[in-house]
């Protein structure tokens, strides 16, 4: 079936700079999409979640841009911390699906 | 720390025990899920409950058998693992039903070991 995947396995950032983590997806019919950060030894945490009708929302810290077009996620941390190293998953639902697709996961490491 | 309340947090047991994992939540969602994680690998579904009512079970072997007691506790009893079920087992829970635009809250799960 379809899934989300994710661009990058890994991804090393300095602290301090902007993270962008990439997820692109094959549904068409997604129509919600939320990111997890998961730290070692934890459960996925929410992060941020969008609809299909929004192309961009933000939180604290974190951003999230939606292009249907090309089918694309993304997520922009900003002034990366020691505390945002995780793995970040991306997960998608369709419409009168009941099962969240989660992507592979991106692994961040940030740099002192 | 998470609203999604999981024990117990490590779980070592033979192939011929039988053991129980247990989930609590307190938030009123009504939709309540387990999840296998193997490691560096995303959560896989194992079972939905919507209104305390079992609504999808992801062709899980039998030796998984779920129960939701009322709509806050979820429980999962193991009967005769095999040694490729160690894994991390996560509980989650939504507002509504499974397939509204909610997101998803996950416990920090139970770390199973089949010795």
């Known amino acids: 079936g379809e899934s989300v995947g994710l661009h990058l396995p890994t991804l090393s950032v300095q602290e301090g700079d902007n993270s962008i983590i990439n997820c692109a997806y094959s549904n068409s019919a997604s129509d919600y999409f939320i990111w997890y950060k998961q730290e070692s030894g934890k459960g996925p945490q929410f992060i941020i979640d969008?609809?299909?009708?929004?192309d961009k929302r933000q939180g604290q810290r974190v951003t999230v841009l939606l292009n249907k077009t090309v089918k694309h996620l993304s997520l922009q941390i900003a002034a990366t911390q020691p505390g945002d190293s995780a793995v970040y998953f991306c997960?998608?639902?369709?419409?009168?699906?009941?099962?969240?697709?989660f992507g592979a996961g991106t692994t961040v490491t940030v740099r002192a | 720390d998470t609203e999604v309340t999981q024990t117990p947090k490590h779980l070592v047991m033979g192939m011929t025990n039988k053991k129980s994992l247990k989930c609590e939540q307190h938030?009123?969602?009504?939709?309540m899920y387990w999840y296998k994680q193997k490691a560096k690998k995303p959560p896989e579904l194992m079972f939905v409950y919507s209104y305390e009512k079992l609504s999808i079970n992801e062709s899980v072997p039998s030796r998984f058998s779920p129960e939701c007691p009322n709509s806050s506790l979820l429980n999962l009893h193991l009967h005769a693992l095999q040694p490729e079920d160690s894994a991390l087992y996560l509980c989650?829970?939504?507002?509504?039903?499974?397939?509204?635009?909610?997101?998803?809250?996950f416990g920090d799960g139970t770390r199973l070991s089949i010795l």
């Open positions: 938030m009123g969602h009504r939709a």
């Open positions: 989650a829970s939504s507002r509504e039903r499974e397939n509204s635009n909610q997101p998803q809250h």
């Open positions: 969008i609809r299909s009708n929004m």
């Open positions: 997960a998608e639902r369709g419409t009168n699906d009941y099962k969240l697709s």
